[in-house]
């Protein structure tokens, strides 16, 4: 040991005698300077205007512009300089030949060399910390665990870069052509993961070997086992195959066996990375505070719950959106979406099936009109360097599974060993890929039994199936619409009271929103008898219907008045409230407490006047209502395009506070039935879940969502407890920051000047 610490020391002092080591210094804190200060002046401006809302910690060091990310962008630039002439300079200058002669064994001197690095890269990281220390002391509650985490993951990419440049030192006794040599590995094992991908195996030698985006769950706080152990077999194998080649100096071998040897050592690091990458045998620990790696508790239990095998096969339709094609050597990068769940259930199998048929793609039909079906399918494979033969024909693939429910569209189906199975879609927005509650939904599905919300027809009620202005089919059935119920829980299904004797007890809630013409008695008293057994149930009335929806109401001791709510702003219709949630109806619908503390309002174009007692049986509360004053119940305007509305208080106009949403409970054996009633049908339509006005801070998808969670009893959908971030104050000031940028961008610099400086003059002296 004491030899190789001697050679560490003795490469240091040469390391630092050259002017590289300083530059690499200076150059290196001058970027880390500029990167800290850019994000510390763009937090303490967001701070100026409101409190910040993100761990200070991980947007300094992980976010987009943290430190980590961006300095080991330029790192494959610095590390090549610094180990070109570990070994090339040896045999240079013919050194190496003192080195074979003298009692030091191959080992020693590489792993003398390779320490020097390794202290190096110590330097480069205190220079990481003395601006992260800067931070810790002007941010209470600083995520510590996180920054740790992050220079495990930038201290083990720096020592990579080493290992893979002495050993490039090691082939040549020219310098440059070391560098270069070093780039181009770097570079090469950057790219590598794209090589075999779709080929069984090879692919998944070939996604392990890449080193890019590797240190990326490190520096975010993760710690995976197969991260650090990637890091350490390439270190090791680097290192290795350095002391082979030196060993080499000393000892003749046949080419032939000694590419044996070289060979024999790569197949073993692999298979060893292969086998390090295997689900079943990582490790984790989140070492960040607000564990953002990490599934949350809700979707953990769910998790718990999931015993035995699953298989998640996704159905890939060649046909459909191009956004939506995930071709074999997509595979890895597409699994990566589940990490998170694999970390919790490694069983998880991941599946492809590749086929085709129509999925009513109308660019592909307009680009190729007088092609067929096959034809087309053929030209999509070719362009995109498929083989057909690899996809199933619609004949196949409806043999396989029925996916016309779907419309042929990208899904993914889930399945348990047991046999229960749930879909999980892609959505037409931002972010495409279903979202941790999406993902955890459609899992809970497969544990417990969905929540069947039907929706009364045959009287003019809204309709699920339709996409027009006033219909429902957004927020029910509509498959590309992430908040949709079908894709947060719910089975959601149409319902005919006319064809049927009784409604079915598989009932969860039963929605009957806007009826248009009367129900019959025996009608009527399905729906009795559907609320005298505790159904819940979702009841929307409209003005002017007061006659066809109080037969409904009567049993709940709620009554739909003559005469249409409104509200007159001089910038919207008079019949447009603008609605505010009230305390007592919000203890109740508990949903809604962070809308009602977040002053959120909803929109509700044309609102009837309800009146109840509690003579039912069921406690009443108001969850909306319009505020105290503008609000009046209009008796006389019908026109609300082309007329104006006017309080008139002999027609019996009273300006006062009215209830639009009411949520009734009552205690039916061992359940509470839960009924919601709104004044309102169009304020969960189609057009008005898209509306978009100015100034109006509108909420009615959350009314939607938080109405549903009640009702199924806080089963669904989702809501999904974040940990809250405790670093979010920044006790700096715009003023103090002139002195941080003269200390980090000047001083700190200057002092490595200061220092090469010192050591030239030394020299010259000598």
Known sequence: MRKILKIAATELCTLFYSPIAWLILIIFTVQAGMQYVKVIDIMLMQQFSRPLWYSIAKELLTGAWGIFPNMLGHLYLYIPLLTMGLMSREFSSGSIKLLYSSPVSSFQIIFGKYLSMMVYALILVAIVLVFVGFTILHVPHFDISLLLSGILGFYLVVCAYAAIGLFMSCLTSYQVVAAVATLAVLTFLNYVGNIGQGIPFVQDITYWLSIFGRSDQLIDGLICSEDVLYFLIVIALFVTLSVMKIQAGKTKRTKSVAAMRYGGVAVVAMLLGYITSRPGLMCYYDASSIKVNSLTAESQEIMKQ???????????????????????????????????????????????????????????????????????????????????????????????????????????????????????????????????????????????????VYFLTGHGERDINKAGDKDYRSFTKDRSFRYALINNGFDVVSLSLAEIPVIPEEVSVLVIADVQSPLSEDELQKIDQYIGRGGNLVIAGEPGTSGVMNPITRPLGVRFEQGTLVQPTGSYADDLLICRFVEPGVNVMTAYRGLFRNNYVITMPGTAVMSYDTTAGFRVAPVLSTYDKGSWNELETVNFTDEKAVLNVRAGEVEQTYPTLLALTRQVGDREQRVVVLGDADCMSNAELLMNRRGVRAANFNLITGMFRWLSYEEFPLVLSAISPQDKVLELTKDSMTWVRVGLLWVLPGLFVLGYIGIWLKRRRR
């Open 306 to 452: 999931l015993d035995g095998g699953m298989t998640i096969t996704t159905y890939v339709n060649l046909l459909d959106d191009e956004r939506n094609l995930i071709f074999p050597a997509m595979a890895n990068s597409d699994k990566a979406k589940f990490k998170k769940y694999i970390r919790f259930k490694p069983e998880i199998e991941m599946k492809y099936v590749y086929y085709y048929a129509d999925a009513g793609n109308e660019a592909l039909n307009e680009l190729y009109p007088n092609l067929d079906l096959k034809q087309k399918a053929w030209r999509v494979a070719t362009l995109n360097g498929q083989n057909i033969e690899r996809f199933l024909t619609p004949e196949e693939i409806d043999k396989q599974i029925d996916l016309s429910g779907e419309e042929y569209r990208f899904v993914r189906q889930i399945e348990r060993a047991s046999g229960e199975k749930a879909f999980l879609r892609i959505f037409e927005d931002g972010s495409r890929d279903p979202r941790e509650a999406e993902l955890s939904a459609a899992m809970k599905r497969l544990v417990m039994k969905s929540p069947k």
